[in-house]
């Protein structure tokens, strides 16, 4: 069964939905099958795969109010191995129409319990934000990642989503782990970057992630064309760091490429 890994961080402009793509690609590339979910209304994760959200017929938000069948959802990307359950604008009026529902915080892992063992690995987008769409992510999921950008207010609010990570350890989902603590958007040039990447790794220690995601001018744009970085260049310091972080979590999970 594939392991399902959340990417989640309440702070927008991380980096959250371009480590759910381009880690995906990576895996895909590495020859494990691989799933992306969009669990975000803002469907970005859809459109970076090459798909129109306005195109989508059925996602991950009718799988979670109306329990239509995942497997009837997935779409199959133009990348081998790669395949995105999508999302849609609708999905932001999910949490007001899920309030009422019995075991409301678990409508995402029904969805996904059909599918998963089609998989090696199942990466969800994460909104920014710790709603009830992420508190689905979570409590459906095997790990988490945490994108943290170099720069001045990377730490704040990092307290309280590892509160809420404890919460639902505690409460929904006893089996949640951190994968890591992932460091976005490094610009070696400014000593700014560097005093936050040396204190993140001070205080987490071994939580965080060897490999560091740098500014890339090709991780920018390549969204822009509906395509992970890893296909529209292969070669870029972007596309290298996401596959070297693909490495690194096979090495932690003790799974080996092909």
């Known amino acids: 069964m594939g392991k ?7 702070k927008g ?21 691989t799933l992306i979910v969009d669990a975000d209304p803002q469907a970005n994760a859809t459109s970076g795969i090459g798909l129109d959200p306005k195109e989508v017929e059925n996602s991950i938000y009718e799988c979670m109010v109306s329990d239509v069948d995942a497997a009837s959802c ?14 849609h ?10 309030v009422s529902v019995d075991n409301r915080e678990h409508k995402m892992t029904n969805a996904l319990a059909g599918i998963q063992e089609g998989y090696d690995f199942v990466i969800i987008d994460c909104s920014p934000s710790l ?10 999921s095997d790990s988490v990642i ?11 609010g990092l307290g309280k989503l590892l509160n809420t990570l404890k919460i639902i350890q505690t409460r929904l989902n006893p089996h949640l782990e ?9 610009d070696a040039r400014l000593n700014l970057s560097n005093q ?12 965080v992630f060897g490999s560091v995601i740098p500014r890339n001018i090709k991780l920018s744009e390549s969204p822009s064309f509906g395509l992970p970085a890893i296909i529209h260049d292969a070669e870029s310091k972007g596309s290298i760091s996401y596959l070297n972080l693909a490495k690194e979590i096979l090495e932690r999970n003790e799974v080996k490429a092909a």
């Open 146 to 156: 945490v994108p943290v950008q170099c720069e001045y207010f990377a730490l704040e």
């Open 74 to 87: 997935i779409q199959a990307s133009d990348i081998k191995y790669l395949d995105i359950l999508p999302s």
């Open 13 to 33: 402009g991380v980096g959250k939905t371009t480590t759910a793509i381009n880690l995906a690609a990576s895996l895909a590339a590495l020859e494990f099958k």
């Open 196 to 207: 936050v990447v040396e204190d993140v790794q001070s205080h987490f220690k071994s939580l």
């Open 131 to 140: 709603g009830l769409i992420t508190v689905n992510a979570l409590t459906a």
């Open 178 to 186: 951190i994968e890591g603590i992932l460091l976005t958007m490094y």
């Open 89 to 98: 604008i609708d999905l932001v009026g999910a949490e007001v129409e899920m």
């Open 4 to 10: 399902v890994i959340a990417i989640a961080n309440q």
